[in-house]
């Protein structure tokens, strides 16, 4: 008998196939299956398929899980060797599902492969969620999987999500869910970075912030993930960082060898500061732990102008995009405090910007992260970084942008800003300017209230140009200015 050819894309295909070729009798070494379809007729040489005078075939319902287990295993020959245990199987060889047998251990090996890439697919899926469109579906994710587990995977977030819609794309097919529905598709992103969330900054920030270096065991955590997820996990982007930090010292930080040294164990009523246990300063703004705003922050937001500057601005704290960026003043308060500069007469890289808090307070609103004050424990931490970079950059006219900022160059908790609008003062030796932060003119209710604040910010601007420079002429003509100068 001549060759038999059968075109099977599915399991479905595939039983319906062997089905009849079995009914006829056709053994599995005359019969080719194809995957995709080929050339010529894939029937010339088929009997007649009206023909059902053979009895239909009976099968246990384990072996017929085993098989749809595993033809979902990514191999060439994965229908002929379906169609091979079908065979034996109706042969009376029923050894055939046995583990002890070179084609039933074949069978449960695929098997568990499947079901083992079915877990990982449920682990390692990350729904991106998107900027709302007319029919497009709320929650997207790209999935690289090694065999073709897309529908069964799909069932199992459709029960679970609710009405939401969703889509997850693989490199061969897409299954889009509408929130009652299931629908197969072709291939329909290239890769995750199709996949743009607004929200994944916040997920990152949660992730570092829960991540203890004293803690981490990296080989335990890439034989929990094996390495071909991280490329598609958000996290897999930050976290070889984070490993080389661990390895490069930063364990030491949640570490200290004063713990053990302490003897006795009758309880000793001792100060909560005398309680905490003795730590090195930290030598770096990135290892800083002086106050808690580090654990919810993405990173450390330094100063950044030239190393001797003649002018400083210092801010209260970095916001949103710079807690991203990890540089001050480049949102939209930054955008304004150009203008302002330009209006002055001021090159933004002729200064120092800089801010009195170094890390990004914030409380949620939904999916945004919104400003919240330092407290003044807050702002007293971090004043010693703010002092390192008063010597570093030696500047002579310090513009103060809001009150925050005013009480930790003047270390008074109760300076305020009002009277010193447009009255600039000398503090250790330095001129002190203050004006309006340039948020305040964003969050000023009316145009007049904007108008007013902006013209103080650039009038302050203005004076801190003039001082900078009678600063400078009186610095090389060897005089000093007198302390109770005002302008």
């Known amino acids: 008998m001549s060759t038999v050819v059968r075109l099977a894309q599915s399991f479905d295909e595939w039983r319906a196939a062997a089905r009849e070729l079995i009914a006829r009798g056709v053994p599995p ?31 246990p319902r384990s072996l017929v899980e085993l098989l749809e287990s595993a ?85 199992h977030f459709a029960r679970r999500m609710g009405s939401a819609s969703w889509m997850i794309a693989t490199p ?58 991280w490329k598609n996990l958000p996290e897999g982007a930050i976290v070889p960082a984070m490993l080389s930090g661990a390895a490069n010292g930063e364990r030491r930080t949640g570490q200290t060898a004063s713990v053990g040294q302490r003897s006795g164990a009758t309880m000793i009523p001792v100060s909560a500061e005398r309680a905490q246990p003795a730590r090195e300063l930290p030598t770096t703004l990135d290892q800083c732990r002086r106050c808690a705003l580090w654990q919810h922050a993405t990173q450390a937001v330094p100063g950044a102008g030239p190393p001797q500057a003649r002018i400083m601005l210092v801010g209260e704290q970095p916001g949103d995009q ?47 992260r919104l400003h919240k004050t330092p407290a003044q424990r807050e702002i007293l931490a971090c004043h010693g970084w703010l002092e390192q970079e008063l010597t570093s950059v030696k500047p002579q006219v310090i513009v103060a942008l809001g009150s925050t900022a005013l009480k930790s160059i003047l270390q008074d908790g109760a300076a305020s800003m009002t009277p010193l609008i447009g009255t600039p003062i000398r503090h250790d030796g330095r001129w002190v300017v203050a004006v309006y932060h340039p948020s305040y003119v964003l969050r000023a209710p009316d145009a007049a209230s904007r108008r007013q604040a902006y013209e103080v910010i650039v009038a302050g601007l203005r004076q801190a140009l003039v001082l900078g420079q009678d600063s400078h002429h009186s610095v090389e003509a060897g005089t000093s200015c007198p302390s109770s100068r005002r302008a």
């Open 172 to 229: 061969a097919a897409s299954m889009l869910w509408d929130g009652t529905t299931l629908h197969a598709g072709p291939a329909l992103l290239s890769g995750a970075a199709d996949i743009d969330d607004a929200g994944e900054a916040l997920w990152l920030t949660y992730y570092r912030s829960i991540f203890n270096p004293a803690r981490v065991n990296a080989g335990l955590l890439r034989s929990h993930i094996p390495s071909r997820f």
């Open 322 to 368: 710079e807690d991203l960026a990890g540089l001050p003043f480049v949102g939209p308060a930054g955008a304004l405090l150009d203008q302002a500069l330009r209006e002055a007469g001021m090159a933004r890289d002729s200064i120092y910007l800089t801010n009195a808090v170094k890390h990004f307070k914030w409380e949620p609103r939904g999916k945004r």
């Open 29 to 59: 070494a005359d019969v080719a299956w194809q995957s995709q379809p080929g050339d010529g007729d894939l029937f010339s040489s088929t009997p007649d398929a009206t023909d059902t005078s053979a009895p239909l075939l009976r099968l």
């Open 71 to 155: 033809a979902c295993f990514n191999v060439h020959d994965r229908w002929a060797f379906l169609y091979q245990v079908l065979w034996r199987w109706q042969l009376d060889q029923h050894d055939v599902l046995s583990p002890a047998d070179a084609d039933g251990a074949r069978l449960h090996a695929m098997a568990k492969a499947v079901r083992r890439e079915e877990h990982d697919m449920h682990a390692y899926v990350r729904f991106r969620e998107r900027s709302e469109a007319e029919g497009a579906p709320r929650f997207v994710a790209w999935f690289e999987p090694t065999h073709d587990v897309l529908p069964q995977v799909a069932r």
